[in-house]
């Protein structure tokens, strides 16, 4: 469950804003990090996922400068945690395991031109709450394009580095110094009715596990197909390498997704989907059982009601 | 368990549409792959955030998902959705 407040700053003059997001659930637990209440009930947590006073200054041209300062999500990836906000329920490696989650620091945007919005930021370590993750601080530069006015047509390069800047809550994740990660996402329409987005993801660390130096990186697609206003076909395909330092195992990752978004009523929507993952050792199985495989079949549906 | 889980959804899912405060957000149309594919934290990119005044908004998520390698918390993927054959509430 989740309960949003909000007060968002006039982007045509200079102004304030906030926004607090309670966050509680099964997810919440998931993804907790350093600073975050946590409990050893798996169904239930409850966090402040994000917490941030925001700004917009009309200076630097006419687009202006953004500012925030506080816990907000990250500025890689495609997918997002919340649940009215994204594709499908299930989510890709690279958002578990390649980028960060909600971070606490400050960050400025400056809109360039129409095009062009250019971002830099500084903050405590990957998704923390209010709490230095690591030996120093960590940093995020993006440069993103915008093709048209659409929201859903532009490019975007996005370089994070710093100590443990990478993670959203597996304890394995937890380690590392040094970290880069570099990713490319690249959205636009390929008609009226089909939306792709693709987006590429390279990381690296030092001291991970141990003394081990870790490598990563995969390719991620996805694309909607729109039947009707209320009826969206999804598919979302996936390459993930690993050596070993981000979901334990050593070996290269496919998954394939097919799923629909249906919303008979504005508050409500269904999600259902089948996910197919092929690993190259025998990866998947359940905590505490040995008994692994290199296939797993999973059939999800998810039902959301906003208000 | 699953009875309790289903019995409470069941009351927030109708308080939360049925409350007469309840508005869903235009602005924040989750059927837009443009509202859904882009990182929150760009809000440069669209009107996903209302200008004025502070409003407060919500959701509840119930999800099942089943797996075909057992019962419980599932290694690896998918993710959140982290237990196998099991209903969530987010």
């Keep these: 469950?989740?309960?949003?407040?909000?007060?968002?700053?006039?982007?045509?003059?200079?102004?304030?804003?906030?926004?607090?997001?309670?966050?509680?659930?099964?997810?919440?637990?998931?993804?907790?990090?350093?600073?975050?209440?946590?409990?050893?009930d798996l169904y239930f947590g409850f966090v402040l996922r994000q917490l941030y006073v925001s700004a917009h200054l009309e200076i630097l041209g006419e687009g202006g400068f953004d500012l925030k300062v506080g816990r907000t999500p990250?500025?890689?990836?495609?997918?997002?945690?919340?649940?009215p906000m994204r594709q499908l329920y299930s989510m890709s490696y690279q958002w578990f395991y390649a980028e960060d989650g909600c971070d606490t620091g400050t960050w400025g945007t400056w809109h360039a031109n129409d095009s062009w919005d250019l971002t830099a930021g500084i903050y405590l370590g990957s998704n923390t709450f209010f709490e230095l993750r690591g030996d120093a601080p960590c940093a995020v530069v993006q440069a993103l394009r915008?093709?048209?006015?659409?929201?859903?047509?532009?490019?975007?390069?996005?370089?994070?580095?710093?100590?443990q800047a990478i993670g959203q809550g597996n304890s394995a994740l937890l380690e590392g110094k040094n970290q880069v990660v570099i990713e490319y996402r690249h959205q636009v329409p390929l008609s009226e009715q089909?939306?792709?987005?693709?987006?590429?993801?390279?990381?690296?660390?030092?001291?991970?596990?141990?003394?081990?130096?870790?490598?990563?990186?995969?390719?991620?697609?996805?694309?909607?197909?729109?039947?009707?206003?209320?009826?969206?076909?999804?598919?979302?395909?996936?390459?993930?390498?690993?050596?070993?330092?981000?979901?334990?195992?050593?070996?290269?990752?496919?998954?394939?997704?097919?799923?629909?978004?249906?919303?008979?009523?504005?508050?409500?929507?269904?999600?259902p989907e089948l996910r197919g993952d092929i690993a190259g050792v025998p990866a998947f199985g359940v905590l505490g059982d040995p008994n692994r495989k290199r296939q797993q079949l999973t059939a999800a549906v998810d039902l959301v009601f906003t208000f | 368990?699953?009875?309790?889980?289903?019995?409470?959804?069941?009351?927030?899912?109708?308080?939360?549409?049925?409350?007469?405060?309840?508005?869903?957000?235009?602005?924040?149309?989750?059927?837009?792959?443009?509202?859904?594919?882009?990182?929150?934290?760009?809000?440069?990119?669209?009107?996903?955030?209302?200008?004025?005044?502070?409003?407060i908004s919500g959701w509840v998520d119930l999800g099942y998902t089943a797996s075909t390698v057992g019962s419980g918390r599932l290694l690896v993927e998918p993710r959140p959705n982290h237990l196998g054959n099991e209903f969530l509430l987010n």
């Design chain 1, 146 to 163: 915008k093709r048209d006015n659409s929201g859903s047509n532009y490019q975007a390069c996005t370089i994070v580095f710093g100590d």
């Design chain 1, 1 to 40: 469950m989740v309960l949003d407040l909000q007060h968002a700053p006039d982007p045509r003059e200079d102004s304030l804003g906030f926004h607090a997001q309670l966050f509680a659930g099964s997810d919440a637990w998931l993804l907790a990090g350093p600073g975050d209440p946590t409990n050893k």
């Design chain 1, 194 to 271: 089909v939306s792709q987005v693709l987006q590429i993801n390279v990381g690296r660390s030092d001291e991970v596990l141990g003394n081990h130096h870790g490598v990563w990186y995969g390719l991620l697609g996805a694309n909607q197909w729109t039947a009707t206003d209320q009826f969206h076909w999804q598919g979302r395909y996936e390459w993930f390498n690993d050596n070993g330092t981000r979901t334990d195992f050593d070996t290269d990752y496919f998954a394939g997704t097919i799923g629909a978004l249906w919303m008979p009523r504005k508050a409500m929507m269904l999600r």
């Design chain 1, 74 to 83: 990250s500025y890689l990836g495609y997918e997002s945690y919340q649940a």
């Design chain 2, 1 to 55: 368990m699953l009875a309790r889980t289903i019995r409470w959804t069941a009351v927030w899912a109708f308080a939360v549409t049925a409350s007469p405060w309840s508005s869903a957000d235009e602005d924040r149309d989750p059927l837009d792959l443009s509202k859904a594919s882009i990182s929150e934290s760009n809000a440069s990119l669209g009107p996903s955030i209302k200008p004025l005044p502070a409003w």
